[in-house]
């Protein structure tokens, strides 16, 4: 593996380690992955994703006084910012359509991706330790989100338990998931780090009721080599190496599994290779 490759691994898992340690908890800085609101269509009592994100487990009252303080549907056109790194928090944001991601810059000008995000996560929340955002969050496409006050949501935390508990527990969800990803970047080959990956993206979209056998690679190949600490000729490489074998089938920007089993054969392959 090439010393700048490993070089850009090891800084992304210090930053998850150190983020996690300025914040004086166990929980991670990036927890917006996972903490969803679903689509949220015009209310939150008509989403179809409903239990997976906020108002899951909340009395019909309760998400009434969620739904009153939601903003839907602003437009963020390819490539925008919706927030950018040391920007003050001042909301958070239920993605509707298309998909953004994260970028942390460290004092010495190193870009790294943190995160990709679609319809039914929330982005914002990085910024809970101090009030500033700890990453920039940028269209992949031309993309929706629907706006929450941050202020107001904390109100609502204060008067509602029940909200306050669905938090803890899905960022309890992201903090594990992030011990995966620690465990992906630091011990998977580059095989099993491309499989990994279509395998959580095909999980997500199952999860908001679509197809688990068709994945959207929204994000450029320079983005997810530098998400997954690859090259992008590795990247190419590897994709092209699976479809191959029969296990996907990658038709410019979307990929095809074919076979969930023998990929997931593939994401357990945990030594390092010469062409990462």
């Not at 602003?74 to 998909?99: C, H, K, M, V």
């Not at 994260?102 to 995000?117: A, I, S």
């Not at 491309?194 to 994000?219: C, G, H, K, Q």
Request: aromatic share 4%; hydrophobic share 40%.
């Amino acid at each position: 593996m090439p010393d700048k490759h490993r070089l850009a691994l090891c800084a992304r898992m210090i930053c998850i380690i150190m983020m996690r340690a300025e914040t004086g908890s166990t929980e991670h800085p990036f927890m917006e992955r996972h903490l969803q609101l679903g689509d949220l269509k015009r209310t939150c009592s008509r989403c179809s994703l409903q239990q997976l994100c906020l108002p899951y487990g909340l009395e019909s009252a309760d998400i009434e006084h969620l739904e009153q303080v939601v903003s839907p549907a602003n437009p963020i056109a390819r490539e925008r910012e919706l927030f950018a790194q040391g920007d003050r928090l001042t909301a958070i944001y239920a993605i509707r359509g298309g998909s953004l991601k994260t970028v942390l810059v460290n004092e010495d000008g190193l870009e790294q991706v943190m995160g990709f995000y679609y319809p039914g996560d929330v982005l914002g929340l990085d910024g809970l330790a101090d009030q500033r955002h700890r990453c920039s969050a940028v269209a992949l496409e031309n993309a929706s989100v629907c706006r929450i006050p941050f202020d107001r949501l904390d109100e609502l935390v204060d008067r509602l338990p029940s909200l306050r508990r669905q938090i803890m527990r899905l960022m309890s969800q992201a903090l594990s998931e992030d011990e995966q990803l620690l465990l992906t970047l630091g011990r998977k080959s580059s095989e099993a780090r491309i499989a990994t990956l279509l395998l959580n993206l095909s999980r997500r979209r199952e999860a908001r009721n679509a197809s688990p056998d068709r994945v959207v690679l929204s994000m450029s190949r320079s983005d997810l080599a530098n998400f997954l600490g690859m090259r992008v000729e590795t990247v190419s490489r590897v994709l092209h190496r699976l479809q191959g074998t029969g296990v996907i089938r990658v038709n410019r920007r979307e990929v095809e599994i074919h076979n969930h089993d023998i990929l997931r054969e593939w994401a357990s392959r945990g030594a390092w290779v010469a062409d990462q």
